[in-house]
């Protein structure tokens, strides 16, 4: 989602392009759409759920109910902001601003935690949703702050960086024996 030049000189910024598409309100609505749900089953089935499991389980289920409704306020946040954008009701500079104030950090996934297997099969799917709405976001998030890093990146070919890796690792011991 980095830049790409055209033949007339014109950038054209794939992250922008999308946070103002159709595309970027379905995200938005996907995201708001999760936040209700969550908000739902945490409020109704979900506490019903919390009481049916272990006192171990029951503490981690608190924990990770809390990362995932902090994690989604976040998330929202950047969607709110993105959108009001979009809108016009604020401007870039006022936009920028207020996604500093943002932590869209990468968050440890707790599947490797000792008794996330005991958590509720609902509460592990918003869980896997938040992750992902979290990644797809991020991944704008980084293109639109550091365009030039995410074109760096879709230029690198890993298998040619590689190949030339092995190269320059080779090419002293080659001119030795030459």
């Given at each position: 989602?980095?830049?790409v030049a055209?033949?007339?000189?014109?950038t054209i910024?794939?992250?922008?392009?999308?946070?103002?598409?159709?595309?970027?309100?379905?995200?938005?609505?996907?995201?708001?759409?999760?936040?209700?749900?969550?908000?739902?089953?945490?409020?109704?089935?979900?506490?019903?759920?919390?009481?049916?499991?272990?006192?171990?389980?029951?503490?981690?289920?608190?924990?990770?109910?809390?990362?995932?409704?902090?994690?989604?306020?976040?998330?929202?946040?950047?969607?709110?902001?993105?959108?009001?954008?979009?809108?016009?009701?604020?401007?870039?500079?006022?936009?920028?601003?207020?996604?500093?104030?943002?932590?869209?950090?990468?968050?440890?996934?707790?599947?490797?935690?000792?008794?996330?297997?005991?958590?509720?099969?609902?509460?592990?799917?918003?869980?896997?949703?938040?992750?992902?709405?979290?990644?797809?976001?991020?991944?704008?998030?980084?293109?639109l702050e550091?365009?030039?890093?995410?074109?760096?990146?879709?230029?690198?070919?890993?298998?040619?960086?590689?190949?030339?890796?092995?190269?320059?690792?080779?090419?002293?011991?080659?001119?030795?024996?030459?």
């Amino acid at each position: 989602m980095g830049s790409v030049a055209t033949g007339m000189g014109v950038t054209i910024s794939f992250a922008e392009r999308f946070a103002s598409s159709q595309q970027f309100d379905h995200v938005f609505q996907e995201g708001m759409a999760l936040v209700e749900a969550t908000a739902n089953y945490l409020e109704g089935q979900g506490r019903r759920d919390s009481k049916a499991i272990g006192p171990s389980a029951s503490m981690l289920y608190a924990s990770e109910s809390m990362r995932l409704t902090t994690r989604l306020l976040e998330l929202a946040s950047w969607l709110v902001i993105r959108r009001a954008l979009k809108a016009g009701e604020i401007g870039p500079e006022e936009a920028r601003v207020k996604r500093r104030r943002l932590r869209l950090t990468a968050i440890g996934r707790p599947q490797h935690v000792q008794g996330f297997a005991q958590l509720p099969d609902k509460l592990k799917e918003l869980i896997e949703a938040s992750f992902a709405l979290h990644d797809r976001i991020t991944h704008v998030d980084r293109a639109l702050e550091h365009p030039e890093a995410v074109v760096d990146e879709m230029v690198v070919n890993p298998v040619a960086e590689q190949v030339n890796r092995l190269s320059a690792a080779f090419a002293p011991a080659r001119s030795a024996r030459g």
